[in-house]
């Protein structure tokens, strides 16, 4: 059974940062991408950030322009991990953030919903 969990949420002030935690088991995404969605109350649930495989141990990283410049995504493939570091944090970033991988090694399929396994979910809540 493949699980993704997250870890890391909680309550910040803005302007803050926190870091987000995905560890994977049951199996091994080394060639997958992998990447982070959330959703607010009232919204749809939209792309965050992924990472790509590339070759070998090389992965490279996509951000939606809403987070670019202050989030920074990374993966430990030896550890099966992907965290998500969150910078200069926003009250519009208050969401709760899920953990996905796709079956495709390429962040624009995990984009456009191409999403085999989703984590729990983590509350991040930030205060104005």
């Known amino acids: 059974q493949v699980t993704l969990v997250e870890s890391g949420g909680g309550l910040v002030q803005a302007g803050d940062s926190l870091r987000l935690s995905c560890t994977a088991s049951?199996?091994?995404?080394?060639?997958?991408?992998m990447g982070w969605f959330r959703q607010a109350p009232g919204k749809e649930r939209e792309f965050v950030a992924a990472t790509s495989w590339i070759t070998g141990c090389t992965y490279a990283p996509d951000y939606a322009n809403s987070v670019k410049g202050r989030f920074i995504i990374s993966r430990d493939s030896s550890k099966n991990t992907l965290d998500l570091q969150m910078n200069n944090l926003k009250p519009e970033d208050t969401a709760v953030y899920y953990c996905a991988a796709s079956r495709d090694s390429r962040s624009i399929a995990l984009r456009a919903g191409s999403v085999a396994y989703w984590g729990q979910g983590t509350q991040v809540t930030i205060s104005s």
């Open positions: 049951g199996r091994t995404f080394f060639t997958n991408a």
